[in-house]
């Protein structure tokens, strides 16, 4: 198997998705997938000729991934690949002008810190990356139907850490980088500074935004390692700070926002915090490792999220309801 197990998965029509960084038959990664009604065999549907360090999007019944080598620039290219007929597919080559090297480094032997992951709404694809015409990170989007990928302007000023931190409203989508909560323009290429925050450089809280009873909801962490939640209304573009959430304690990472049954749902690195609908908080579960990276909600009740311990990374299933954690076996197939 793969030593290094991206952490960003996706949940797709009963089955779930991942990809390693190396191994398989050329050692440079694989995609794999495993069907949640007969674990634990993980099986590998496509096998990577370029360095992968990118997790998995669907749209419209194809995932989309991003590779940070090949392509007519040599700086990596977006693919698709059919679930059914597991056809992989070379779409648009990433260049200096759209930004490129869309991951970030590894924190341990065995899983990537980031493992960025795109997102796909209304025919887009919309990625940040580390690297672009700066020298610095940039914001892309690509159309699907034209197979083009525009950057977006302005470019970021200082290294961009790429992740998957954006957020759909309509025809409005949001992400938040570096300080400041952004609108990503879908027929603009334009992106829009809407509020800013202190708080270190790269400050950002993988999967952070999200959208909540018409408001933008975002995590932020301090250069004091506390977490403040904020509701962004993006009518009036008017910031709450989120009170109750006080109740949340310190911790160095934040790791994803996630709804169910009315209630928002914090990961923090060692914890999980349910908010209710009036944002008071209700209760506070221990992980039973340290998560590093955000996980995939499967729409039935069920949070999956890969937990490290030492340099062992294990894929564990969260009960959002009885807010419990239960080991998902896997068995890995080069």
């Given at each position: 198997?793969?030593?290094?197990?991206?952490?960003?998965?996706?949940?797709y029509n009963g089955f779930i998705y991942g990809t390693s960084q190396d191994g398989g038959a050329n050692g440079k990664g694989y995609i794999w997938r495993m069907d949640l009604s007969n674990p634990p065999d993980s099986v590998v549907i496509h096998t990577f000729v370029n360095t992968n360090r990118?997790?998995?999007?669907?749209?419209?019944?194809?995932?989309?991934?991003?590779?940070?080598?090949?392509?007519?620039?040599?700086?990596?290219?977006?693919?698709?690949?059919?679930?059914?007929?597991?056809?992989?597919?070379?779409?648009?080559?990433?260049?200096?002008?759209?930004?490129?090297?869309?991951?970030?480094?590894?924190?341990?032997?065995?899983?990537?810190?980031?493992?960025?992951?795109?997102?796909?709404?209304?025919?887009?694809?919309?990625?940040?990356?580390?690297?672009?015409?700066?020298?610095?990170?940039?914001?892309?989007?690509?159309?699907?139907?034209?197979?083009?990928?525009?950057?977006?302007?302005?470019?970021?000023?200082?290294?961009?850490?790429?992740?998957?931190?954006?957020?759909?409203?309509?025809?409005?989508?949001?992400?938040?980088?570096?300080?400041?909560?952004?609108?990503?323009?879908?027929?603009?290429?334009?992106?829009?500074?809407?509020?800013?925050?202190?708080?270190?450089?790269?400050?950002?809280?993988?999967?952070?935004?999200?959208?909540?009873?018409?408001?933008?909801?975002?995590?932020?962490?301090?250069?004091?390692?506390?977490?403040?939640?904020?509701?962004?209304?993006?009518?009036?573009?008017?910031?709450?700070?989120?009170?109750?959430?006080?109740?949340?304690?310190?911790?160095?990472?934040?790791?994803?926002?996630?709804?169910?049954?009315?209630?928002?749902?914090?990961?923090?690195?060692?914890?999980?915090?349910?908010?209710?609908?009036?944002?008071?908080?209700?209760?506070?579960?221990?992980?039973?490792?340290?998560?590093?990276?955000?996980?995939?909600?499967?729409?039935?009740?069920?949070?999956?999220?890969?937990?490290?311990?030492?340099?062992?990374?294990?894929?564990?299933?969260?009960?959002?309801?009885?807010?419990?954690?239960?080991?998902?076996?896997?068995?890995?197939?080069?």
């Amino acid at each position: 198997m793969g030593t290094i197990q991206q952490a960003c998965m996706l949940v797709y029509n009963g089955f779930i998705y991942g990809t390693s960084q190396d191994g398989g038959a050329n050692g440079k990664g694989y995609i794999w997938r495993m069907d949640l009604s007969n674990p634990p065999d993980s099986v590998v549907i496509h096998t990577f000729v370029n360095t992968n360090r990118v997790g998995l999007v669907e749209y419209n019944g194809l995932i989309y991934g991003c590779v940070d080598e090949g392509g007519a620039n040599n700086l990596g290219f977006i693919y698709s690949i059919n679930p059914t007929t597991l056809a992989f597919t070379q779409l648009a080559s990433l260049s200096t002008s759209t930004g490129y090297r869309m991951n970030q480094f590894p924190l341990s032997p065995t899983i990537n810190s980031v493992s960025t992951r795109m997102h796909a709404v209304n025919g887009f694809i919309f990625a940040c990356t580390r690297l672009g015409n700066t020298g610095n990170g940039d914001l892309f989007r690509y159309q699907i139907s034209t197979d083009t990928i525009t950057p977006l302007t302005p470019p970021f000023g200082v290294a961009h850490s790429g992740l998957q931190n954006f957020s759909t409203l309509g025809t409005r989508t949001f992400e938040y980088t570096i300080g400041s909560l952004l609108e990503v323009g879908q027929v603009s290429t334009t992106v829009t500074t809407l509020t800013t925050d202190a708080g270190p450089n790269q400050n950002e809280v993988p999967s952070n935004t999200i959208i909540y009873n018409n408001s933008v909801i975002y995590g932020v962490r301090t250069s004091t390692n506390t977490f403040t939640l904020y509701d962004f209304d993006p009518v009036s573009l008017i910031k709450s700070t989120i009170t109750a959430a006080s109740g949340i304690g310190a911790d160095f990472f934040y790791r994803g926002l996630t709804i169910f049954n009315s209630n928002l749902y914090v990961f923090s690195s060692t914890k999980v915090y349910v908010l209710n609908a009036s944002y008071v908080l209700q209760s506070t579960t221990i992980m039973p490792s340290t998560a590093i990276c955000p996980g995939e909600q499967d729409g039935l009740g069920n949070y999956y999220i890969r937990l490290v311990s030492g340099i062992t990374s294990d894929l564990y299933r969260f009960d959002l309801t009885l807010l419990t954690f239960t080991l998902v076996p896997q068995n890995f197939i080069p």
